[in-house]
């Protein structure tokens, strides 16, 4: 058992290492933001398409994310995270 947690704990710290904390702008939406999205990617997903997507495109990857991934996100969820996407990284 001590084993198994051993191994467990290295293959953690291996998936993260590297990995830089994102800071995303502390705007209203943040934090539905930080919540429905880190809960299955990190963050930098965010800063990363930020330069190639508009609102059209974050309606798109948000909806993506519910409908084909199964992102457990309500409806008025969606739109706060939308909006926040669109006003603050969007192009």
């Known amino acids: 058992m001590r ?3 051993l191994l ?3 293959f953690a710290a291996m998936a993260t290492a590297g990995e830089s904390q994102i800071l995303l702008k502390d705007r209203p939406g943040k934090s539905q ?7 299955c990617h990190s963050l930098d997903y965010i800063t990363l398409h930020a330069t190639i997507l508009d609102r ?7 909806g993506k994310m519910i409908n084909v991934m199964g992102a457990p ?3 008025a969820d969606k739109q706060i995270i939308i909006d926040y996407l669109a006003q603050n990284y969007g192009n």
């Open 3 to 5: 084993t198994l947690f």
């Open 8 to 10: 467990l704990s290295f």
């Open 33 to 39: 933001v930080v919540a429905q999205c880190a809960m």
């Open 56 to 62: 059209a495109g974050w309606e798109k990857t948000v």
């Open 73 to 75: 996100i309500n409806d």
